[in-house]
């Protein structure tokens, strides 16, 4: 089978690859649909310098093969079924796993290829092998929803670890592909007005399209949405923490799931936290729970208009080289790679 390795900076070859063996509690994927994210970007640019690396780790596909042990277990993937992958290797036995905060894992992720070049998903190629637990089907909808199943699970687990409930006023500084995910979650699950905070008008104006009650630059925003129950920070923008403060109403929570450089401080007043009871709250990546709320989600086509405005672009794996150079130098939503 074929895989797309990165090499160096904008350095992307094909690689041919033995089809992986399925194990008796494993699937064999035929990969149908991969998203370029923010980790494919960094090492196509070169700001992640980690060479040679097998990434893609926002997949989708049809289950071709599946191991002896989980064959016709009811609620396991079956052949034909189209499922989303969860790619992330947890090792359920460190201090995170044994607290039920998997996302924060302990043991090396990632994995390799035959030659011993290092995977991180390997997802740009023709099939992947993934425990069967970790694979959840998606029903009828569409394989470019499907392939969105890891970020709309990091949305999920934005959304459980802030504490999310019904008609909560919500703002979301970021307008980027991660934005709008928590845009359209946020209002699927109920809450009150959901506003989108960026410094793009165009960005703003696509927002409003898709459905905030508000949009606004930082600066305007506190006049604009007024004070919040819930702020995301999707951008890890300086002054973005301080924007999600001053936005916060008394006992309003700020939840951190973009990444922030990590030299950047900010001044935050200890007082005004304690006094208003606000708390500030970081997130990052998923975990199974996550999963089979994303996976129902996306089956359920309840955000089916919302991931169709998310497509930026769509290139076969033969033309993975102008796929991530259009992810990485030009503003995107999401950009997906197919074999065919």
Request: with cysteine.
């Amino acid at each position: 089978m074929r895989v797309a390795v990165v090499t160096g900076p904008e350095a992307v070859e094909l690689r041919e690859e033995p089809m992986p063996r399925v194990g008796p509690d494993e699937i064999l994927v035929e990969v149908g649909a991969t998203g370029l994210c923010t980790m494919e970007r960094r090492l196509y640019l070169g700001e992640k310098r980690f060479y040679p690396v097998a990434p893609g780790h926002e997949v989708a596909g049809r289950v071709a093969e599946v191991g002896a042990a989980v064959d016709g277990l009811p609620g396991s993937p079956r052949v034909g079924d189209t499922v989303t992958v969860d790619l992330l290797s947890r090792c359920g036995t460190c201090a995170a796993c044994r607290r039920g905060r998997s996302a924060m894992c302990k043991a090396p992720q990632g994995g390799a290829l035959s030659d011993g070049t290092v995977s991180f998903g390997a997802g740009l190629s023709d099939g992947v092998v993934v425990k069967a637990r970790q694979a959840y089907p998606t029903g009828a909808a569409p394989i470019e929803h499907a392939a969105m199943g890891e970020p709309v699970a990091c949305v999920v687990h934005s959304l459980r670890l802030g504490g999310l409930r019904a008609g909560d006023r919500v703002a979301v500084i970021g307008a980027g592909y991660m934005g709008r995910l928590h845009l359209a979650l946020a209002k699927a699950r109920g809450a009150g007005p959901v506003g989108l905070i960026d410094v793009s008008a165009e960005r703003l104006a696509e927002a409003e399209a898709a459905g905030a009650a508000w949009a606004a630059t930082p600066q305007d925003a506190p006049a604009r949405g007024g004070k919040q129950d819930l702020v995301f920070v999707t951008a890890g923008a300086p002054g973005a923490l301080e924007t999600a403060i001053e936005l916060c109403d008394d006992g309003g929570t700020v939840v951190l799931y973009g990444a922030f450089a990590k030299d950047l401080r900010s001044e935050v007043a200890p007082d005004a936290i304690h006094h208003h009871e606000l708390s500030i709250v970081g997130v990052y990546s998923q975990e199974p729970e996550d999963w089979q709320e994303a996976a129902a989600l996306i089956a359920s086509g309840v955000l089916a208009a919302d991931l169709d405005a998310l497509v930026t672009a769509r290139f076969p794996l033969t033309d993975v080289t102008e796929a991530l150079k259009l992810a990485a130098t030009t503003p995107v939503y999401r950009v997906l790679v197919s074999p065919q």
